[in-house]
């Protein structure tokens, strides 16, 4: 079983080490990986820390396959943390053993063991993600999930000559795990990030070999990844044009900036019709409450062929943090394909309607220094962790767990 590889953009040029469509396996049915839970020394932004990966990867490898196909993830945990993972957006048909909230659908894998996971990916196409489901680690163990359409079926919009991925997140100078429990002993939410980044690095430090070459079409699957954050997201002087959002084609348009929140993915097409140059990416939130965020931007270079390192990049037009009329507009512009081939078939009959509140409180905390914790509800029920699995609670009928206070539908 051979571990995972990243392909796509693995540094900050874009010339990003472009891989092509057609270089992917296409024929096998069952793809196996390998992910080993490691402990690595990493530094960003003049700060050395250990922090956990996948293979000793971040962000880590990238799971490929085609609808249809089978595919087992055996993850040996070599860190000191407990584990899980979950797989973003996939939908786990009768499956929910392979889905990795832990504690919800699993108990996490504890350091020095392994767990297989088995999914069937069935009725989608496009990008995904993976990433920890446990504690805040998922901070830096996530990586993509690429979906090819089945052999034969192509794309509903012009083929692209190469794709990558960008996975954006955030950076935190200090341990996550320590920020997290300072915000829990102080009842407050976590410090925010220290920066952004685009494919793990804040900002365009990294050589690369290959560059873009001009006049073609490029695929770029877009993955926020931040814990927090939705983030605009900007090529200087080249549009991108929107063809799926979250493993769904969609009504392509075409836009200067995206807006995209966490945890979704965000297929664009991109043209390399400029003058050939050197041309910044950028990252940044979108916050339009009066809150505390990171309002770094993270950064990375589009860099055509034949262009020398020393062409200073141009700057990008990107929405400003609190440009509510763009998100609003980008927003009322998602809709999804809706083609004989891709139908958006849904009930027109309703049989039952659901109320759900959503908010946010303060509660007594006896162990906090303030004497209160600020917690999120749902129907003004805070989550407490399990200490079981709760889907295996169910399975084997474990007494105790499901109480008659619990939530119903």
């Known amino acids: 079983m051979a571990k995972g590889n990243t392909h796509g953009l693995d540094c900050l040029f874009l010339c990003f080490c472009l891989f092509g469509l057609f270089s992917v396996p296409v024929k096998a049915a069952l793809k196996k990986y390998q992910f080993d839970i490691q402990v690595k020394n990493v530094s960003r932004l003049c700060h050395a820390k250990p922090i956990v990966t996948v293979n000793g990867m971040f962000p880590g490898p990238t799971i490929y396959a085609r609808e249809g196909d089978r595919v087992l993830v055996n993850v040996t945990n070599y860190a000191k ?20 909230p832990a504690y919800i659908t699993q108990c996490p894998i504890k350091t020095g063991k392994s767990y297989t996971y088995d999914f069937n990916i069935t009725g989608q196409r496009g990008t995904l993600w993976w990433h920890a489901h446990i504690f805040w680690l998922r901070a830096t163990v996530y990586g993509a999930i690429v979906i090819l359409p089945k052999q034969g079926t192509l794309f509903p919009f012009p083929q692209p000559y190469r794709e990558a991925n960008i996975l954006l997140g955030e950076w935190w100078n200090n341990d996550v795990e320590d920020v997290v429990k300072q915000g829990n002993k102080l009842g407050l939410p976590p410090n925010t990030s220290d920066a952004h980044t685009i494919n793990g690095k804040p900002g365009p430090l990294s050589p690369c070999s290959e560059k873009l070459e001009q006049g073609k079409t490029y695929l770029l699957r877009i993955i926020n990844a931040a814990l927090n954050d939705e983030l605009f997201f900007a090529i200087a002087e080249h549009n991108m044009t929107v063809v799926e959002i979250d493993a769904v084609y969609t009504k392509p348009f075409t836009t200067q900036a995206i807006l995209i929140a966490p945890g979704q993915t965000t297929n664009v097409l991109v043209q390399t019709n400029q003058a050939p140059g050197r041309y910044f990416m950028a990252a940044r939130p979108f916050m339009d409450a009066p809150l505390s965020i990171d309002n770094k931007s993270a950064m990375a270079i589009l860099q055509y062929k034949g262009i020398p390192n020393s062409v200073i990049p141009i700057l990008p037009q990107i929405p400003a943090p609190d440009d509510t009329e763009f998100a609003l507009t980008y927003n009322s512009k998602l809709r999804s394909l809706n083609s004989p081939a891709f139908p958006a078939t849904v009930p027109l009959k309703v049989d039952r309607h659901l109320f759900y509140t959503i908010g946010l409180g303060i509660n007594q905390c006896l162990t906090c220094l303030n004497g209160t914790r600020l917690t999120a509800s749902l129907n003004n029920i805070t989550f407490v962790m399990p200490r079981i699995g709760l889907l ?6 474990i007494k105790g767990v499901f109480t008659t206070d619990f939530p119903t539908l």
Do not use: C, E, F, V
């Open 81 to 100: 943390y407990n584990m899980s993972i979950h797989w973003h957006g996939l939908k786990q048909y009768r499956n929910g053993w392979a889905d990795g």
């Open 392 to 397: 295996q609670a169910h399975y084997y009928n």
